[in-house]
């Protein structure tokens, strides 16, 4: 492919998809859970039933109201110990940056909105400025149906409660005031900052044909993730019923053939796979799960379903077959971004037209190409490039790159600000080093984050190939072999690093 034409195609495929959604609905007092009604409209997609005897004509009946009346989603976007840190120094993993233009959470409200789930609640806490500026500025006006919205609910405290939410279990208990105004009939419930597509209708259908309490998807595809501590196992029969739940941690050992493989063992009578962490679970069940059988409950998972399982409720497993990253480490979060750029791409695919990814409309404007030379790459919108080489590497917005530079399997997150240079105006404070990466620097297999000043004639490629190294003081560490430049750090001219 001519060197013009592949420019263009990567600047389409990286161009974020923008959508508007109402922000927020008003809390009325007096207006409880039965003051709204549902339509009687059957859509086609749901199944027919009938009732009827042998002096009775059969009449189809409906068994539950359209997904965007009746489920509400519960998204995680943060937690007090990330994997990823120092990408969440000062912002949480949903508000991360991935592929050029897009934040992880991006990915988890576009599974509900192409699953037609308007109504979604995100419950921030930590680190949570940047996630929550990034939600209301995305997802704000119409866009969703009269009723749809993206509502943040961010920690607080109230005379009932003085402390902040205390886990997953503590923060939807807390905030059931809010979530039970609309009267669906389940919560799906869901980390933010996992990257995979999935159709929610068709883990609601199938939750509600088994007629079940609680529905856990899990992955059914091949994993490396037999080493992450955090994971939930499940235990489930041929049913694909729940039987246990575990928790793969260092201070709690599991079963040795769950420590050896996540996939699908060869015992007939019990499979172990790794819960996704998503849950779909009926709303008058979590209601009194988490405030009459398990008041004190503070995590969801270890908890509240391992509760669930010891009162003899239905929990059964989806099995999810597709692409799915927890972004469990630096590594894997570093592996999406590089995934994303493959000509065949077994991965995340951001440029689905048939199940868009929605984000912040930015109105950039277009890259500048300054005869650079650009192959199997991902360029976000408003950048600067000059006389460069980009090589396999996702390049982030307002980037601006000098003459003569390398980069080489690297994420370069890009900047939230430009910075002029002519002395006469700027928006930031001038340095010695500008945002950006300076002329004739070389990067390879690197994350550096948003608005770095990476000087002249620096390297950036793990000169001694050390595996693990901590040198925040400097600006930077090294995890599983890859550089990752912090947040706003400043890399002196010839810094070999």
Known sequence: MPQTSLMMTLQFCSSGTPVNIQAKHFIIPGLGRYDHKYSPKLPSKFPKASIFNSHQIPNPILHHPPVNQSVAAIVFGDGSESRLYPLTKRRSEGAIPIASNYRLIDAVVSNCINSNINKIYALTQFNSTSLNSHLSRAYSGAGLGKEGFVEVIAAYQSPEDQGWFQGTADAIRRCLWVLEEYPVAEFLVLPGHHLYKMDFQKVIESHRNR???????????????????????????????????????????????????????????????????????????????????????????????????????????????????????????????????????????????????????????????????????????????????????????????????????????????????????????????????????????????????????????????????????????????????????????????
Not at 268 to 274: L, T
Not at 384 to 390: A, H, P, S, T
Not at 450 to 461: E, L, M, Y
Not at 484 to 495: C, F, G, Q, T, Y
């Open 211 to 497: 007629k079940s309490d609680i529905t856990i998807v899990a992955s059914n595809g091949i994993t490396k993730r037999d080493q992450d501590p955090g994971v939930g196992v499940l235990k489930i029969n041929t049913e694909n019923q729940v039987m246990q739940y575990s928790l793969k941690s260092n201070k709690e050992p599991v079963n040795s053939a769950v420590a050896e493989t996540f996939t699908r063992c060869s015992d007939s009578s019990y499979s172990y796979i790794p819960s996704m962490g998503i849950y779909l679970i009926n709303r008058a069940t979590m209601v009194n799960l988490l405030n009459n059988h398990f008041p004190k409950a503070m995590d969801f998972g270890t908890e509240v379903i391992r509760g669930a399982l010891s009162l003899g409720m239905k929990v059964e497993a989806y099995l999810f077959e597709g692409y799915w990253e927890d972004m469990g480490s630096i590594e894997a979060f570093y592996q999406a971004n590089m995934e994303c750029i493959k000509k065949l791409n077994t991965g995340y695919n951001f440029c689905d037209g048939d199940s868009p990814v929605y984000t912040l409309p930015r109105n950039l404007p277009p890259t500048i190409v300054n005869d650079a030379m650009i192959t199997d790459s991902v360029i976000g919108d408003g950048c600067i490039l000059n006389r460069c080489k980009i090589k396999s590497s996702v390049v982030g917005m307002r980037t601006k790159i000098g003459d003569g530079a390398i980069i080489e399997d690297s994420v370069i997150m890009g900047s939230d600000v430009y910075q002029i240079e002519d002395g006469r105006e700027s928006s930031i404070k001038s340095t010695s080093v500008p945002i950006g990466i300076g002329e004739n620097t070389e990067i390879r297999k690197a994350i550096v984050d948003k608005n770095a000043r990476i000087g002249k004639n620096v390297k950036i490629i793990n000169k001694d190939n050390v595996e693990e190294g901590d040198r925040e003081a400097n600006g930077y560490i090294i995890s599983g072999r890859i550089m990752v430049v912090l947040r706003s750090a400043e890399i002196p001219d010839n810094s070999i690093l």
